[in-house]
């Protein structure tokens, strides 16, 4: 498509310049009549945050996502890119993205003035007008607001030239998203500079105070005020803020299991069934629920996307040592995650020294009731008999699929036992054969139908 290259060519092809607020309104208001996803990739929030995220951009509102860490507040912020218009144009050259209708910026207005409807246009995609910062205690004025320029000086320009600015990340994202991410951390002095920017649109810069319209959404994201020690959002900024978003860990195991699915690095090399999937989600929200656990700090949605990559991992290694053609995840990789998971929770001073055996009791929980919810009922007796003359089955997470079967021998009314699991069609393979007798054995020892003995990395089933 065409694109005008200078003010005259834009004029004559109709473009209407709309600020970025009324630009994301109009184009949310667009997908909520077409019915088409407005944040993409956004798990949970259907029904909770997202109605209030949208009256706050459809009111033209800078806001504040509160929440504890994990909860996917950043990915939303990132999302809101796609509500501005795909292509803006801009004065080309310009290091704040002045509109060429509106130039704001000393440079700008100067070259405006010069070259009338001549004035060169450039154009921004949306995903290039983005700006973030994570605020950490070294943050300074310059690097949000700016500062004087020394090599500017230096050219021979005078103090009281405002070309001698460099600007800031705030300014060089005018007509954009800017995101804070965990404000509190940001020294009270360095919010003060927010206060100009987010009510009377301009900047102050050393002994200068210039009169730039910023037409920006700001977004911040934050930690409950309850939880951080580190810092707090002064009041004054606070109350600029049009509206706080309260955000929150997945509510339903279904939205944990989606979550998991969609955020799980996919080519890690093994298959991980679905039922260990839900072993996964069950043990995360186990974890959030324990009074072990010090709730303040939450326990993020990188666990449970991490456990599974774990597990996938624990299959990927057993096939390199055991030759496998095709790796499934099986329970007996599960409980490598407690040892990878351990630093990723906070747990109550009071339970110091018991962080892998609290873990190791959760999961064992969570497969238990997975066992309950896809098996129980289910007539198991084909595989228990295996065991009522003495017998047992020796598995390990280095026992290979086909060797596992092997040990186990014939199971009558194992395609039942697979379907149940959520193994359909086209898993018909020795590793889900496997996972699938694997995760029964485990769960009848969980039932108490079964022992089992734990030698060496060997897993011994028995009577």
């Given amino acids: 498509m065409h694109q005008p290259r200078n003010l005259r060519e834009l004029r004559d092809s109709g473009h209407v310049h709309r600020g970025v607020k009324a630009e994301v309104r109009h184009n949310l208001l667009a997908r909520l009549r077409s019915g088409e996803p407005r944040f993409p990739g956004i ?13 706050a951009l459809l009111a033209g509102h800078d806001l504040v996502l509160l929440g504890e860490r994990g909860q996917g507040k950043t990915r939303l912020i990132r999302t809101i890119t796609g509500l501005l218009d795909e292509w803006t144009p801009v004065v080309e050259g310009c290091e704040i993205n ?10 700008c207005r100067r070259k405006a003035a010069e070259l009338g409807e001549e004035l060169p246009v450039a154009w921004r995609h949306r995903d290039e007008r983005y700006g973030e910062k994570l605020a950490t205690p070294d943050t300074s004025v310059g690097d949000l607001i700016g500062d004087i320029d020394p090599i500017k000086i230096a050219e021979g320009r005078t103090l009281g030239d405002p070309d001698t600015i460099h600007f800031g990340l705030v300014p060089r994202t005018n007509r954009g998203v800017f995101s804070v991410n965990e404000l509190p951390d940001l020294a009270e002095r360095i919010q003060v500079a927010l206060l100009n920017v987010l009510e009377e649109r301009d900047i102050q810069v050393r002994g200068y105070n210039l009169r730039l ?4 959404l700001l977004i911040a994201s934050a930690n409950p005020e309850d939880y951080t020690n ?3 959002i002064i009041t004054p900024l606070k109350d600029r803020f049009g509206a706080e978003i309260r955000t929150h860990y997945p509510l339903t195991l279904e939205d944990e299991l989606t979550l998991i699915r969609q955020e799980a690095v996919s080519d890690i090399g093994a298959d991980l069934p679905q039922h260990l999937v839900e072993v996964i989600a069950r043990f995360t929200r186990l974890v959030r629920e324990s009074t072990a656990i010090d709730a303040r700090s939450g326990v993020s949605a990188r666990f449970s996307i991490a456990a599974a990559e774990t597990a996938m991992a624990s299959a990927v290694r057993r096939g390199a040592l055991a030759a496998e053609d095709h790796q499934v995840t099986r329970v007996c990789d599960l409980p490598a995650m407690v040892h990878t998971l351990r ?9 110091e020294g018991r962080e892998t055996e609290i873990l190791a009791h959760l999961l064992r929980r969570a497969t238990a009731e997975t066992f309950r919810q896809r098996l129980g009922g289910t007539d198991l007796s084909a595989l228990t008999d295996r065991f009522t ?6 598995s390990g997470e280095l026992v290979p699929a086909a060797e596992l079967l092997r040990r186990i021998g014939p199971v009558t009314g194992l395609a039942k036992i697979m379907s149940r699991l959520g193994m359909g069609t086209g898993d018909e393979s020795p590793g889900h054969a496997a996972a699938a007798l694997e995760f029964t054995l485990e ?11 734990e030698v060496d990395g060997v897993n011994i089933y028995r009577t």
């Fill in 213 to 216: 319209p910023l037409d920006i």
């Fill in 98 to 107: 002045d509109h060429p209708y509106e130039p704001v910026c000393a440079s």
């Fill in 230 to 232: 580190r810092g707090r």
């Fill in 343 to 351: 630093g990723k929770v906070e747990f109550e001073v009071s339970e």
């Fill in 43 to 55: 798990v949970g929030f259907d029904d909770s945050v997202l109605p209030h995220l949208e009256r």
């Fill in 389 to 394: 003359e003495g017998d047992h089955v020796e």
């Fill in 443 to 453: 769960g009848l020892y969980l039932m108490r139908r079964l022992s089992k003995e």
